[in-house]
């Protein structure tokens, strides 16, 4: 995975191969082959990965962190405490993700790809909007479903990138500004 990875995010969708992976990782390119079948396969588990931070068989939104963000009575707190998930996520999956989305173009499994990771990030955006709208928290006339589009946006991988790749802030000042973006943009004042 970890030779996947850098490969991907070095050479982009195109510019990997399976004998590239397979020379990098040190291992058969048959060994490639057997575990992924295609490229497509390969990249889908390099997000799902880093996405998760593991290749454990736990959905993001049943991870223990996440069980926390639930039970949390402080509206500030789930803005917080997703924001920093958020980043630490972002953190090892938005090179990979921005692989996928300069692949769809021209692949049509890279494009379903890029479509249910678009559609996993909206689930898991309004389930931390549903908390907060069972807190209460939500600015008054703002729906779940505008709430969730705001969150998409400035927790976008593209955003992500942008500000800690193009102008050079470190995860962490991301952070602090997401969180108060959010913040501003979806709590009652």
Not at 37 to 43: A, C, D, I, V, Y
Not at 62 to 91: C, M, N, T, Y
Not at 136 to 142: S, T, V
Request: glycine share 8%; with cysteine; net charge negative.
């Amino acid at each position: 995975m970890k030779a996947a990875q850098e490969l991907f995010v070095m050479r982009g969708y195109a510019g990997t191969t399976f004998q590239l992976v397979a020379d990098t990782a040190e291992v058969s390119v048959q060994t490639v082959y057997f575990h992924y079948g295609t490229k497509s396969e390969l990249l889908k588990h390099v997000v799902d990965v880093a996405s998760a931070g593991d290749d454990e068989p736990v959905p993001l939104l049943q991870r223990p962190w996440f069980a926390a963000l639930r039970a949390a009575k402080d509206p500030a707190e789930v803005v917080r405490g997703w924001v920093h998930q958020s980043g630490v996520i972002l953190d090892r999956v938005a090179p990979v993700l921005a692989v996928v989305r300069d692949a769809a173009g021209g692949d049509p499994g890279m494009a379903a790809q890029w479509a249910a990771n678009s559609e996993q990030r909206h689930t898991a955006h309004g389930t931390v909007i549903a908390i907060l709208a069972g807190l209460g928290a939500l600015r008054p006339g703002l729906t779940e479903s505008r709430a969730t589009d705001i969150t998409v946006g400035i927790l976008s991988p593209d955003l992500f990138l942008v500000m800690t790749r193009e102008c050079g802030w470190p995860t962490p000042q991301w952070e602090d500004w997401a969180a108060d973006q959010l913040s501003y943009g979806l709590l009652s004042p």
